[in-house]
């Protein structure tokens, strides 16, 4: 019974692994996962659409979603072919949108639905789908560039619809030709019949343009200019024949028409500036910038606004008009009406060969006989006198913005004309509008080298003074500092007015005190007159010692102090105060009061080290020049006294920077990089890497402490510093990847477990790849680096264990060559200083518990480059909590050049204290290093938590000015 039973199993076993390897030996159907077919889903709905409405809809949702390169061809084909069957306008032209539409997607070439796009062009009789084909057509010849033969057939079918009754037609003809249209292949006349019936065969594409510019509709002859134009802006020069049409245009009846035509002189002015034109009406000639300068003149007094500023846009930029027509533009006045005056010997000579000679017995009888008609024989538009005058007097002050920033411009290439417009600039000081007024006011800072202002036009600049708004007294300041004044009673009066001014805008101190420093650095010799004037001094008596706490008394001492510096005679006039006061001012405020070789004084100690604070920015640079130097002569910093060497010249260019203002973005950045490698070379030497790991936990604090320390530094050193070259970027960019390592290093020798070093190495292999990705054209300056041993070893490294990875880079890091600084021309540090709120204030302000209170701050940007995405405001409350606040776009503005200035209010809110606390403000500079790398993402993806993709990806952020201190007390609420 048993060895029967074992047997039935046994045979049941057998069919089982029998049936087992057939299963297995059977071969497994394949499947083929296809995606759906777009252009059979857009036939299938278009075959159900039961009318035109329902065929528009699918198509409109059709056009929402995206199609592939590979799939466009067949949607093309279907769109075709429900085209020829499509009885509605309004089907068609959606057809046609889209066929323009499929053309732009990118790997898809075009030119296989050409033919097809042709034909059903030639076959349409709706002018507005007709246009929209045109328009298909001009995008698939802008995909197609090379293809000439292609390019040439769709030219030539512009051109044989350019007789359309509709303007839409005519007006896309023309720009496909503007578009597309080329100077070696001449036009067949047989399919161009064109408006003026020429009989020429051959025909070039400006002159089928230029047949259009007396168009009877008006949009299309604004076509047809802007066809022109875009001929000039493919390349393409445009003839000079053309002149004459488009100086008819500029008295045409459409605002548009006269805009372009305006345009067009110009570009013709600018090609054709030496070419002689004649005078209408007369038998006298002219330059072509001459004639073309008047004509853009006589557009100033357009009809349109919109005219009138292209027109005073343009005149700006017209640099090689004659003097006597530029000058004329100031002057409401004909000058000799304009004429061609004929000299004594050619008016002599003419008398002679006459025969007659004035006898001087009658009066005037040598007076001209014919009668001057003055709209015939101008050299100049009369409507182009005192072009200026009337932009500067117009009612639109974008017209008035416009002829000031054209003023500028010409009286920069033109001292003699700078000195005739500084009246009218300075009268627009006094304009209704602030914006007009500051630009005005730089118009007059970029001018400033041409000019010498007069008493009296000095006190029109400083009434401004007066005004509300801090950035037109900004503005003004950063005017006066580059401003020539011509007597003594000039500095007298600015200095009076500054001091006004500092009094009722205490704000303003710092600005006040710059502006004085540049007045006296200017003007040494007008200042020694007025020096016991303004320091009270006597020759006799003593005089008391003013207050140093009086702002307006040290504004006096930096105005007397700069202009000392070019005058060794001053400091004789000075008391024994005054010289101690300079003492305590040049180690307070040495950004504004310079170095001073007193006579029989002793130097101080700081002047004297080094020979750096001599005053020379050139011993200075030299300085900063032999500390990098002797740095670079380091070839090991493990050896004894470089890490000493390394400090010393870190202290020296951090004392650097502060003497010399001009060096001090150049003296902070070698500091900060050179304090990273004194880190990281400290942290290679300490005795964890020879101790077991539960030994040297104080040590792995440390080391850890140093490479974060070292990564903030190189943020910093990116982010901080504006001018850096793409060499110096790889080298900060080397020094984090070393401090990356050693994070790496101290990670695996805490962590327990190969998943979570696993991470961090993969991590770290992505940044060495990134690193050869962005910098492969630096990496030949990086030899015997660390970054350049890891590429060499990248084969090995992504193939080994987290283990051997550490090992290699712990050798490594402490093989690899010290990289040597190489400093570019100019470095910028940028910095931010706040303004208001001061923090002097011991008055708590004061709020109910719950509720906010609005903190006003102002502050000084320098240097900061996007400042509207990057600039932050920090808030810290004394709980350590900590609140950012993203200011507004409207909170920047820009007084001066490399200056933003931020003006916001930051919300401040809390539970109830019982005593008054002290909140830090801060201005805070945010970064991210993937913001070059995910440049490219698409823009509907640009929002994550209701911030902008520049907020919302912020890696960190870098403090960029000091904090300041406010009292605030928030109060319980009442029941």
């Not at 509709?166 to 408006?195: A, H, I, M, S």
């Not at 502060?658 to 060096?663: M, P």
């Not at 539960?694 to 070292?710: F, G, M, W």
Request: net charge neutral; hydrophobic share 40%.
């Amino acid at each position: 019974m048993a060895a029967h039973l074992k047997k039935r199993v046994y045979e049941e076993f057998s069919k089982v692994v029998v049936q087992q390897v057939s299963l297995e030996e059977v071969p497994a159907k394949k499947l083929r996962l296809t995606k759906p077919s777009k252009s059979a889903a857009l036939h299938l709905d278009l075959c159900k659409a039961s009318s035109p409405t329902d065929a528009l809809q699918h198509l409109l949702s059709f056009a929402r979603k995206p199609v592939e390169a590979e799939s466009v061809e067949g949607v093309a084909r279907i769109l075709l072919e429900h085209y020829y069957k499509e009885s509605d306008n309004s089907v068609r032209l959606k057809i046609a949108s889209l066929l323009g539409l499929l053309s732009k997607t990118q790997g898809f070439s075009p030119d296989c639905i050409v033919d097809d796009a042709v034909n059903v062009l030639n076959n349409e009789k709706s002018h507005q789908v007709l246009a929209q084909l045109l328009d298909t057509l001009l995008i698939i010849g802008t995909q197609l560039p090379d293809k000439t033969a292609v390019i040439q057939r769709l030219i030539d079918v512009a051109c044989k619809h350019l007789s359309g009754t509709y303007f839409g037609v005519r007006n896309k003809c023309l720009q496909l030709l503007g578009c597309l249209g080329t100077v070696d292949k001449p036009l067949n006349k047989e399919t161009d019949p064109g408006p003026a019936g020429q009989t020429a065969l051959i025909r070039d594409v400006q002159s089928v343009i230029s047949d259009y510019f007396q168009d009877q509709d008006p949009r299309v002859r604004t076509a047809a200019i802007k066809a022109m134009l875009q001929l000039h802006e493919r390349g393409m020069k445009i003839q000079q024949n053309i002149y004459n049409q488009a100086c008819k245009l500029l008295n045409d009846d459409y605002e548009q028409v006269r805009s372009a035509a305006v345009q067009m002189v110009w570009v013709l002015s600018q090609l054709y500036p030496e070419s002689i034109v004649p005078i209408p009406s007369s038998n006298e000639e002219i330059r072509l910038i001459d004639d073309s300068f008047g004509k853009i003149c006589h557009m100033v007094s357009d009809g349109s606004w919109v005219v009138r500023v292209q027109a005073a846009k343009l005149l700006g930029s017209m640099h090689q008009v004659s003097p006597h027509f530029l000058e004329q533009t100031l002057d409401k006045k004909l000058m000799s009406d304009l004429r061609r005056k004929r000299t004594a010997h050619e008016r002599a000579k003419e008398l002679y060969a006459s025969g007659e000679f004035s006898s001087g017995r009658r009066w005037a009888d040598d007076a001209p006989k014919e009668k001057v008609d003055t709209s015939g024989v101008n050299l100049i538009d009369s409507g182009a006198c005192g072009a200026f005058v009337h932009g500067l007097e117009d009612e639109m002050y974008e017209v008035r913005i416009a002829a000031v920033e054209a003023l500028c411009s010409l009286a920069q290439s033109s001292p003699s004309f700078a000195e005739k417009c500084l009246d009218f600039l300075v009268d627009m000081f006094n304009d209704e509008i602030e914006e007009v007024r500051l630009q005005s006011i730089h118009a007059l800072r970029q001018i400033s080298t041409h000019i010498t202002l007069r008493e009296d036009q000095l006190d029109t600049v400083l009434a401004v003074l007066e005004d509300k708004s801090r950035d037109i007294r900004e503005a003004l300041h950063e005017l006066l500092c580059y401003t020539n004044a011509s007597t003594k009673d000039c500095i007298q009066l600015a200095l009076l007015e500054l001091l006004k001014n500092l009094s009722k805008y205490p704000t303003d101190r710092n600005s006040v005190w710059k502006c004085l420093k540049f007045l006296g650095a200017r003007h040494p010799t007008l200042v020694l007159p007025i020096v016991p004037e303004l320091l009270s001094t006597h020759p006799y008596f003593d005089t008391p010692e003013p207050d140093m706490d009086d702002p307006a008394y040290i504004a006096v001492l930096v105005l007397v102090f700069n202009a000392a510096k070019s005058c060794p005679t001053m400091p004789a006039l000075f008391s024994d105060h005054t010289f101690c006061h300079y003492a305590y001012l040049r180690d307070s405020l040495s950004h504004l009061v310079p170095h001073l070789r007193l006579p029989g004084r002793k130097q101080t100690a700081g002047s004297e080290a080094s020979g750096v604070a001599s005053g020379s920015l050139e011993s200075a640079r030299t300085f900063l020049q032999d500390s990098i130097v002797r740095v670079s002569a380091l070839q090991n910093l493990e050896s004894p006294g470089a890490q000493d060497l390394l400090e010393f010249t870190i202290r020296d260019l951090q004392r650097l920077g502060e003497l010399q203002t001009e060096l001090a973005g150049s003296a902070d950045f070698c500091a900060t990089y050179l304090r990273c490698q004194l880190l990281l070379t400290k942290a290679l030497q300490e005795k964890l890497w020879t101790m077991a790991v539960p030994l040297c936990l104080k040590q792995n604090a440390k080391v850890s402490t140093a490479a974060r320390q070292i990564l903030d530094e190189t943020y910093k050193l990116e982010f901080l510093y504006s001018g850096l070259e793409t060499q110096q970027i790889a080298t900060i960019h080397n020094v984090r990847l070393q401090a990356k390592a050693l994070q790496l290093i101290l990670a695996a020798r805490s962590k327990r477990g190969v998943d979570r070093v696993l991470g961090v190495c993969e991590k770290f292999l992505q940044d060495v790849e990134s690193f050869q990705r962005l910098f492969v054209m630096e990496l030949p300056h990086f030899q015997d680096s660390f970054v350049e041993k890891l590429l060499e070893l990248m084969p090995r490294l992504v193939a080994c264990k987290p283990a051997d990875l550490v090992k290699i880079l712990q050798t490594t890091l402490r093989q690899s060559r010290f990289i040597h600084l190489k400093l570019p021309k100019q470095i910028h540090r940028a910095s931010a200083t706040i303004i208001e709120p001061t923090g002097e204030s011991d008055n708590p302000l004061r709020f109910t518990s719950g509720l906010v209170v609005a903190l006003d701050v102002d502050a000084t940007l320098e240097h900061v480059q996007d400042p509207q995405t990057t600039v932050k405001v920090q808030v810290l409350y004394p709980d350590g909590l900590s609140h950012i606040i993203h200011p507004k776009p409207g909170d920047f503005r820009t007084p001066g050049p490399g200056r933003v200035r931020l003006v916001t209010q930051v919300y401040l809110s809390h539970s109830a204290w019982t005593e008054p606390c002290q909140i830090e403000v801060r201005l805070l500079l945010a970064y991210s290093s993937s913001s070059k790398l995910s440049a490219s993402k698409p823009a509907w993806n640009d929002s994550m938590d209701g911030l902008p993709t520049s907020e919302s990806s912020i890696e960190g952020t870098i403090h960029l000015s000091k904090p300041v201190k406010v009292f605030i007390m928030p109060k319980p609420s009442r029941r």
